[in-house]
């Protein structure tokens, strides 16, 4: 059985993994490479920043540092440090960091192909 190691510190802020629609800095560790049913890594956002998204898959985000809020069908959910929160395919939601966040996903399936496929990206 192989394992692999992923740090937090290797989301890095340049336009390579960023989202177009938003200031929001990307990372996957797991992809297609990697699993052929999930995907995992990071988003990095700066204190005010927000990014609009309908989830074309499962989302389960945790949140390494920060206060981040997500708003979906008028509700707004505030998660700090530690918080997480699992996500139905076909949300329609809001992020937004309310500070500097820094927050871990988990998706099924994999985020950018099911993106992909809904012309999202």
Same mark, same amino acid.
């Given at each position: 059985?192989?394992?692999?190691t992923?740090?937090?510190e $290797?989301?890095?802020?340049? #336009?390579?993994n ?8 990307l990372?996957?560790?797991? $992809?297609?490479s990697?699993? #052929? ?7 990095k +956002?700066?204190?005010g ?33 530690? $918080? ?13 960091? #309310? ?5 871990? +996903?988990?998706? +099924? ?12 990206l």
């Amino acid at each position: 059985m192989v394992l692999y190691t992923f740090r937090s510190e $290797d989301v890095q802020s340049d #336009e390579s993994n960023k989202l177009p629609n938003a200031e929001v800095y990307l990372k996957d560790a797991v $992809d297609a490479s990697l699993s #052929e049913s999930m995907s995992s890594g990071w988003s990095k +956002y700066a204190k005010g920043v927000s990014n609009d998204w309908t989830l074309d898959y499962d989302e389960f985000a945790i949140v390494i540092s920060g206060i981040f809020t997500i708003f979906s069908e008028g509700k707004a959910t505030t998660l700090r440090t530690g $918080d997480f929160c699992f996500i139905p395919r076909g949300t329609s939601v809001t992020y937004r960091a #309310e500070e500097a966040s820094l927050v871990m +996903y988990v998706t +099924y399936p994999h985020w950018r192909e099911a993106a992909h496929k809904a012309g999202r990206l």
